[in-house]
């Protein structure tokens, strides 16, 4: 079995350990040197051991979970200097869950700093380099968790989503990424980017894998205010049909500019094969789409600029002494953040401040309401969205760096559902010019099972194979 455990997927390294075919300890230590050996700079922090055992229905089979989560103990520094070696006295809902029903810690990995990134280039610890082309970006912001995955560093792994920050990497490392219906899953743990947007979800291999990871997240918490309980159990999903299943292309949006031909063939390949499993496939439009990037990108970092207003060198993280308090509030925030967070805090200061705050946050909030209705609108007609996932393949590393507008692009399809808070699941629809090309399909709040069992027959019909990263020891 030893030579062949890289190959399995969760669910199948659960049911062998279930059935004696695999010792739990064995597993563990499988990944925990593949992590420990990363050349991917996937992770911040490995676990020296396998934690205590906790017998459940994950079965042993380690996780890995974005550095934004708060892990009791454990270094949760959320990809910035301003957190370098932060330790907290508990652990975030989502992870503990997961912990509970018998996924043990195998790591913490890394990320854009406080989430903020489509290329994971923004960590104060370093790019994380792509599994399929260690030139190019894996995605962001959970590139850490995404490339772990994809790199056959960890079997499946825990991500935030709060613009397309599951999504988008899960395309561009040629994996799976769901992200939740809005309150779906606990944010309580979570360090904050935009309070009314950041959901958490799984990155994995295969559709089965998420579907039982995300079955144990769900659930009401009384930490947190916004989640709410979810309105029936998360089925594993078996479907290889799409029989009277009505799936629509928002037209005008997925024929725009700036959508690579290998992406857009990838695309229409994948629409072929659900017409071939008896999917009806419509056109519709989104007429709000082209305001929901810029909306998007006003109400995120207003949303930001207030929540890492904690972060000031008093009560954790990073301190630089000054002989004033307001120079050492001043120097710790200039020395502790990136540029991409100092950007977007005052980015999201300037349009919540005096006299602005109608123009531009109020505004950007009337867009939201808009998209979210239009969507609706869509789903009464349809029962799913579908699009590529990102405009385009990965993307080499520096290349969009010095060009802002040009990385914010990168979230053209993923941005609109975030803004609705509605579910949406990223799967692998093929390869152009050898990486990995994303098919995203969308549904109405709390249609996570049919978007999962639609996603499965697409992943069995279409076949992609990930091995040529994950398979190998």
């Not at 907290?88 to 406080?114: C, H, I, M, R, S």
């Not at 825990?158 to 561009?172: E, K, M, V, Y």
């Not at 990155?203 to 144990?216: E, F, G, K, M, P």
Request: aromatic share 8%; net charge negative; proline share 6%.
């Amino acid at each position: 079995m030893a030579s062949d455990i890289g190959a399995l997927s969760a669910a199948a390294a659960a049911a062998a350990i279930a059935d004696g075919g695999l010792a739990r300890d064995e597993l563990f230590e499988h990944y925990r040197a593949r992590a420990a050996a990363d050349q991917l700079n996937a992770f911040t922090w490995v676990a020296e051991a396998e934690p205590g055992a906790v017998d459940g229905p994950l079965g042993g089979v380690p996780l890995a979970v974005k550095d934004l989560f708060c892990t009791e103990g454990i270094p949760s520094q959320a990809g910035s200097k301003i957190l370098a070696g932060y330790c907290p006295p508990y652990t975030a809902t989502a992870v503990a869950n997961l912990e509970a029903a018998g996924a043990p810690l195998l790591g913490k990995t890394n990320q854009d700093e406080f989430a903020m990134g489509s290329s994971n280039e923004n960590s104060a610890y370093g790019p994380v380099l792509n599994p399929w082309d260690h030139g190019r970006v894996p995605g962001g912001s959970s590139g850490g968790s995404a490339a772990a995955v994809a790199g056959g560093l960890a079997p499946w792994a825990l991500g935030t989503d709060t613009g397309g920050s599951i999504r988008q990497p899960a395309a561009l490392c040629g994996i799976v990424g769901l992200k939740p219906t809005y309150g779906a899953v606990s944010r309580y743990g979570m360090i904050a980017f935009a309070s009314s947007l950041d959901s958490a979800g799984p990155l994995t291999r295969d559709v089965t894998d998420a579907a039982l990871c995300y079955r144990h997240l769900v659930g009401r918490d009384s930490a947190d205010a916004t989640s709410v309980a979810f309105p029936e159990p998360i089925e594993i999903p078996s479907s290889e049909r799409l029989d009277g299943v009505k799936l629509a292309v928002p037209t005008a949006l997925v024929e725009g500019e700036g959508i690579e031909p290998g992406v857009r063939a990838s695309f229409e390949a994948a629409l072929e094969t659900a017409r071939g499993l008896g999917a009806t496939i419509i056109s519709c439009e989104i007429p709000s789409a082209p305001y929901a990037l810029s909306a998007y990108y006003v109400i995120a970092p207003a949303e930001a600029s207030s929540n890492l207003s904690r972060f000031d060198g008093v009560r954790y993280g990073l301190r630089v002494e000054q002989a004033h308090l307001d120079e050492m509030y001043t120097e710790t925030r200039h020395d502790g953040f990136g540029a991409e967070v100092k950007r977007r805090i005052l980015i999201g200061t300037y349009a919540l401040s005096s006299g602005y705050y109608d123009a531009y946050y109020g505004r950007a909030q009337r867009v939201r309401t808009v998209v979210a209705q239009d969507l609706a609108s869509i789903f009464e007609q349809a029962d799913m969205i579908v699009t590529p996932t990102s405009p385009t393949v990965a993307f080499g590393l520096g290349e969009r760096t010095a060009d802002p507008l040009s990385m914010y692009l990168s979230d053209l399809f993923t941005i609109p559902m975030s803004l609705a808070g509605t579910p949406a699941i990223s799967i692998p629809s093929g390869l152009s010019e050898g990486l990995p090309v994303g098919l995203q399909i969308c549904g109405p709040a709390f249609s996570e099972n049919r978007i999962l069992s639609a996603a499965h027959a697409l992943e069995q019909a279409i076949g992609f194979d990930g091995s040529v990263t994950w398979g190998s020891d």
